[in-house]
């Protein structure tokens, strides 16, 4: 099977995971999500593009970065913690220390921001992507877009008036970029009871690809073959039903080690996934059929690099995400264990 979902694909798809249903336990059972289209269509008009600019500001203002340690990233965390204010929840920084060089062994400070909403703790779903950008550019799609997203399904869910069953605790990571440190902290300092109670993790870096794709994480391995634990499977599952729903092409991609922040949650057992619009992979002539752009080139030509800017992302498709993360997250937050 190629790894792009085509009409035939999804038939099998669907007859394959219906099938696995049926013969595997399930650690994790999602609820029935929203009505998909209506969410896809809540995300067209809400204000991803003003979160884009503003962070885009930010980055001007600021030596052209929003790095670790630069006055950019500080000011990247005020806006995030300033919108969740708003929306009425209450971030908090989770600082941690990371040795910067490791020859020197130089101690560098970061911090996450958390902000979580009601719900069992016992099954939380932690929704994430990073906050910090290279050096070497502003970082709007990498990742200004997935923060655009992670921020806008949390402000979402307070005015929507979700009551999730599960909690949710929405994430901005700290120093991805210098080696994935903010979420390895968070996942660090989790008591085993905690791991345990952790019912997912899902991740956004990068969905705002200029001549992106759609992509979701290959749960069960069965498209690349390296899954996550248990239950990443009925994470991509969810992924799936929206993308279908919409009638909008998407595919499946791996998950890389040491690549983005669900890697800390998969080293620790706990059930992942995510979207990813993608980097510097070529587009082939089949995703350019499926999603238009230009085939042989960059899903994102500017992939850390400093013409990472605004003009480097595409609104619709990052609309799109976003309404598939918040799909995914309502669906996860109304989960409960099988
Ligand atoms: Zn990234």
Redesign the pocket.
């Known amino acids: 099977m190629t790894k792009k979902l085509g009409r035939t694909a999804v038939a099998i798809l669907v007859a394959v995971s219906l099938l696995s249903f049926a013969c595997t336990a399930r650690r994790l059972e999602p609820g029935d999500g929203p009505d998909a289209r209506a969410v896809l269509e809540a995300f067209t008009t809400r204000g991803l593009s003003d979160h884009l600019e503003a962070l885009q500001r930010i980055a001007d203002n600021n030596d052209g970065n929003r790095a670790t340690g630069t006055s950019g990233y500080e000011a990247s965390a005020r806006y995030v913690e300033e919108q969740l204010r708003a929306a009425g929840y209450t971030p908090v920084r989770q600082t941690f220390t990371f040795e910067e060089n490791r020859r020197n062994r130089d101690q560098v400070e970061s911090f996450n921001i958390l902000a979580e909403t009601g719900g069992s703790a016992a099954n939380t779903v932690v929704v994430g992507g990073?906050l910090d950008s290279v050096r070497r550019g502003p970082?709007i799609n990498?990742?200004a877009s997935?923060v655009a997203a992670v921020l806008e399904t949390a402000l979402w869910f307070k005015e929507a008036g979700i009551t999730p069953a599960n909690r949710v605790v929405f994430a901005f990571w700290g120093a991805?970029?210098d080696g994935l440190y903010g979420s390895q902290h968070y996942v660090d300092q989790l008591s085993n009871a905690e791991k345990d109670g952790t019912l997912a993790n899902l991740n956004v870096?990068?969905a705002a690809s200029p001549n992106g794709i759609r992509s979701f994480h290959d749960g069960d391995g069965s498209d690349f073959g390296d899954g996550g634990p248990e239950g990443s499977k009925e994470i991509e599952d969810v992924f799936f039903r929206f993308f279908e729903a919409n009638s909008l092409p998407a595919e499946t991609t791996p998950f890389e080690a040491g690549d983005?922040d669900y890697d800390a949650f998969l080293q620790a057992g706990i059930p992942a996934g995510g979207l990813f619009s993608g980097d510097e992979e070529k587009k082939s002539d089949a995703q350019a059929q499926s999603y238009g752009g230009t085939a042989g080139q960059d899903l994102d030509p500017c992939y850390h690099r400093a013409c990472d800017t605004i003009g480097n992302t595409d609104t619709e498709l990052l609309q799109e995400m976003t309404g598939a993360l918040a799909y995914a997250t309502v669906s996860l937050a109304m989960a409960t264990r099988g």
Request: glycine share 20%; hydrophobic share 10%; net charge negative.
């Open positions: 990073h970082g990498d990742n997935g991805e970029e870096d990068m983005s």
